[in-house]
T-cell receptor, first 116, second 115 residues
Framework: AQKVTQAQTEISVVEKEDVTLDCVYE???????LFWYKQPPSGELVFLIR??????QNEISGRYSWNFQKSTSSFNFTITASQVVDSAVYFC?????????????FGTGTRLQVFP | NAGVTQTPKFRILKIGQSMTLQCAQD?????MYWYRQDPGMGLKLIYY???????DKGEVPNGYNVSRSTTEDFPLRLELAAPSQTSVYFC??????????????FGPGTRLTVL
């Protein structure tokens, strides 16, 4: 069955520290997509990244980077030199291509608090 | 483009009351979704639609109904509100091509409390 696990419920760091948010997924599909969304205190969901299962290249976008490893079914998210504005709940999500409906299966989220 | 819009932003209902949560998108997306987010949890799919006139149940459909008469609108109906439906509701949409998965874009959410 498909599942997304974010084992870290809450992480607290001090500004400028690097922090990694873990995401482990389960799927029977060979073609699938992984996502990260950010939910700041204002409550909206902001799309960060989408990665398909055939593309294991790591991605970097400014201070954000993502490490996708099929061998361990993980799609981890690292914030370098964290800032107070990074404080939010971060969700990892999975969509399976076989499904044909693009439904997202979400993890329970990791709350990141960055202190000045 | 306004993207995905939801109304109302907040609502308090009494047990047994009914209401409709509105969702509209102006991105010409064919797929639309309703999720609910309970405190400390991820989002769970209530209903989805792959096009006008087509809807289907998600993981937690009980107590809800949907319709999709146009591409743009996807209202969610609560018929007999119960305290268990206290949650934040998110509408999302995506443009799905055959064999592909597109990114879902979310509305700002509706915070519903049932007392």
């Amino acid at each position: 069955a498909q599942k997304v696990t974010q084992a870290q419920t809450e992480i607290s760091v001090v500004e400028k520290e690097d922090v990694t948010l873990d995401c482990v997924y389960e799927t029977r599909d060979t073609t699938y997509y992984l996502f990260w969304y950010k939910q700041p205190p204002s409550g909206e969901l902001v799309f960060l990244i989408r990665r398909n299962s055939f593309d294991e290249q790591n991605e970097i976008s400014g201070r954000y980077s993502w490490n996708f490893q099929k061998s361990t079914s993980s799609f981890n998210f690292t914030i370098t030199a964290s800032q107070v504005v990074d404080s939010a709940v971060y969700f990892c999500a999975l969509s399976e291509a076989l499904d044909n409906t693009d439904k997202l299966i979400f993890g329970t989220g990791t709350r990141l608090q960055v202190f000045p | 483009n306004a993207g995905v819009t939801q109304t109302p932003k907040f609502r308090i209902l009494k047990i047994g009351q009914s209401m409709t949560l509105q969702c509209a998108q102006d991105m010409n997306h064919n797929y639309m979704y309703w999720y609910r987010q309970d405190p400390g949890m991820g989002l769970k799919l209530i209903y989805y639609s792959v096009g006008a006139g087509i809807t289907d149940k998600g993981e937690v459909p009980n107590g809800y109904n949907v319709s999709r008469s146009t591409t743009e609108d996807f209202p969610l109906r609560l018929e007999l509100a119960a305290p268990s439906q206290t949650s934040v509701y998110f509408c999302a949409s995506s443009y799905a091509l055959a064999g592909g998965t597109d990114t879902q874009y979310f509305g700002p959410g509706t915070r519903l409390t049932v007392l």
